[in-house]
């Protein structure tokens, strides 16, 4: 098919690659299912083990050349462009354009600002198009009865439609594709017109259909993070343990690596680190690599909502009972439970069936795809012509098998695809199971740009044991390290310090103390505001513990290594300017008062973006955890309409007034987890005013409001935290020891309750040890209001921890 030239090109940019040390992927895509893509290295996996197959990445009745997709590491995918450009001449070599069209949503946006419509009522209207993938106004309008009545009963709403549907489509914006990159073989402009971007790149005019129509050489260099974590948690075990660990090399059949995805521990696993694929991994189960596999395939929309994926665990575990239409088809389906998981699968059945050549399977496939349907009922009639050929009699079981085929195609994944990037996640697994540390580190570093990411994977470190150390002067690196007790911040991560104050704090380390610090770094770059923010993240404290007694000495401190570096370069300094040295150095810091804690906590916010050495909602997760339903980190995968109980800091406030001039308010609630903006209307901000100041724990109750790029919170109700058990506890439980309980403590207990009454209920646990125990349950009008007045009082007369709320 005259390929070989196209693979050799492709083959020339992985050895570059890998002889450079630029980390290269196992594979993508279809090519995975080419030998020849495996005895050259292009891909690592090998199809005849994986059971992949050639014809799903090329046959004989393809026009185009066949894709073969390259992941690079994230930060050197610049270097094989490069590398390119120069092999091939800056003339023949560029990226493709491509360009935002306006979709049904944004298009409604967009045209109610032109229309001056309030954001408001825009927002309500594009919120009503369905949150699907390639969905139009015309299929929006005949799915939401709603929508079609607004446009019909509202005539600006019918004037946005009408103008947002002839806008629909058109090109809003151009950028630069992510990946693909077009070779020729002569100049770019002998072919297709050049477009210079706003970041002065040059890249086709035409995008990238159309590129591959008039003939030229698309390729996609893709950039992917998780191979730069796997690089780097790899130059770390060589660089501080001495192994130099090979991942393809390593074992596919790790137990504890199964351990870790069965567990459902998968954050920061390559493709499967979302809550419901955890769920998913902890009822399934998965101890193989081609069990990996099919669920990389199954988390989708189509088979999650054709209940696909509860059948598969069914099936898996026993529940169900596997059965086929045909033993002929055991051989194809066995390894996934009878369940038709793969693209590849359709094409097999095709083949044992009715006699298909791998090539006419394939091109059964994209048809059952398109569901076009005279095409479709060809298909059919050839079909079941072919398994009758074939000997096979049930015209109604070989009608069954083409209907399943039929239905399981839209949902079918590329098995090619799909195994390589289960070899991937099992290699970050693998790393996070057998080396977590080191791993964890190189994943917080890639992360280091997102506030939420780290938040969520510091919280991680901490349930697996490990210890998140802060960033210091004399042990720290520029980025996230590991240590012999945990990970160590790194100084980049510390606000207002720069690179080239880190070079010079690097370069002369260690310290003995803050005027031996300031004494041998560079002033000119690490300045007073670069010394304040480094006390603040704590990067002194294995020099000296207390913050503020730092901070109060910045200035002593900056003028002494000031004069002691003007000393240095005037040549003064001799025997008597040494011993004045370390004179100086030895002398007390002047006293200052020690720093709150809840100061410290703030300071460290400020510096780093987060909380270290403590949390200020820590004292408040009994509340958070028991009255609370959701956390900042799994909003995302919640419905919109959601009702919303949950607790945290408030770290901004935005005040607002309404058209009508009512106040209300945008607060930022932030946990453990990350941040979310509650929307706080007049209604509920006149109640709650009082309660919202900055750095407040409270408890937010509303419903949540998912769109494609955010959470939000329209808040119904806010509660200062320390008012959470009292108003939310629909029990309280009062434990009494019935062998040491005073004759008249029921005389006694009777007036507090009288004078707290609320809405919770009351419950007596009368212990009789070595006896039994009772529940008592009082009079059942009887409810009370749990306030720390109610429990103090209580527990004064039962003794400590005798009041449960719940």
Known sequence: ???????????????????????????????????????????????????????????????????????????????????????????????????????????????????????????????????????????????????????????????????????????????????????????????????????????TMYPMMDVEKIGLLKMDFLALTTLTIIDDTLKMLKQYEGLDLNMDTVPLDDE????????????????????????????????????????????????????????????????????????????????????????????????????????????????????????????????????????FKDEKKITRIFDLMEQFAGYGFNKSHSAAYAVLAYRTAYLKARHPQYFMAALLTSERGNQDKVVKYINECRDMGIAIQPPDIDSSDVHFTPTKDGIRFGLAAIKNVGETAITSIVASKPFESLFDFCERVDLRTVNKRVIESLVKAGAFDSIETDRSLLYANIDRA???????????????????????????????????????????????????????TGHPLRKYTNEVKTYGNATTGVLSEKPSGFDVSIGGLVSAIRLMRTKKGDAMCVILLEDWEGIVEVLVFPEVYSKVQRLLEVDAPVFVRGKLDNDESSSKILATDLLPMERVKEVLSRIVTIRIDGSIAPPDLAERLQPIIDEKRGSAEVIFELKFPGRFTALVRPNPYVKISPDREFVESVERICGRNTVQLS
């Open 558 to 612: 900056m003028d002494w290594g000031q004069r002691k570096q003007r000393e240095r370069e005037i040549g003064q300094g001799g025997l008597f300017g040494m011993i004045t040295v370390v004179g100086n150095c030895n002398n007390g810091l002047d006293p200052a008062d020690p720093w709150p804690e809840g100061l410290k906590l703030k300071h460290e916010k400020e510096t780093l973006g987060f909380y270290i």
């Open 256 to 391: 504890k690596t199964y351990e870790l995805f069965s567990a459902g521990l998968t954050d920061g696993v390559f493709q499967f680190e979302s809550s419901g694929m955890k769920d998913i991994l902890r009822k399934f189960k998965p101890s193989s690599i081609e069990h990996l596999t099919a669920l990389n395939a199954l988390y989708r929309p189509g088979p999650i909502g054709g209940g696909m994926i509860d059948d598969f665990i069914k099936r898996k575990h026993g529940v169900k009972k596997i059965e086929y239409e045909l033993p002929e088809l055991t051989a194809v389906l066995e390894e996934t439970y009878g369940v038709i998981v793969y693209q590849e699968q359709v094409m097999q059945i095709a083949n044992v069936i009715s006699g298909y050549s791998l090539g006419e399977a394939d091109l059964l496939r994209r048809a059952m795809g398109k569901k076009k349907a005279e095409e479709m009922a060809a298909q059919r009639e050839k079909f079941l012509g072919g398994a009758r050929a074939k000997g």
């Open 1 to 203: 098919m005259k390929y070989s030239g196209y693979f050799l090109i492709v083959w020339d940019l992985i050895r570059y690659a890998r002889e450079n040390d630029i980390p290269v992927g196992p594979g993508r895509g279809s090519a995975a299912g080419s030998l020849v893509s495996y005895c050259m290295r292009i891909t690592d996996l090998d199809p005849l083990q994986y059971g992949l197959l050639f014809e799903r990445f090329l046959n004989p009745e393809r026009v185009t050349l066949p894709d073969i997709d390259i992941d690079f590491c994230m930060n050197r995918r610049a270097a094989v462009i490069d590398y390119v450009t120069k092999k091939y001449g800056r003339e023949n070599v560029s990226q493709i354009i491509t360009f935002g069209t306006m979709a049904a949503r944004g298009v409604i946006r967009d045209t109610g600002r032109g229309l001056e419509m309030t954001y408001a009522e825009v927002d309500r209207i594009a919120k009503l198009v369905p949150a699907e993938l390639h969905i139009t106004l015309e299929k929006a309008i005949d799915q939401r009865a709603d929508l079609k009545a607004l446009i019909q009963s509202d005539g600006r709403v019918k004037e946005l439609i009408e103008i947002a549907k002839r806008l629909e489509g058109l090109a809003r914006h151009a950028s630069t594709h992510a990946a693909g990159v077009v070779i020729s073989p002569q100049p770019l402009t002998d072919f297709v017109p050049l477009y210079k971007t706003n970041k002065d790149e040059i890249t």
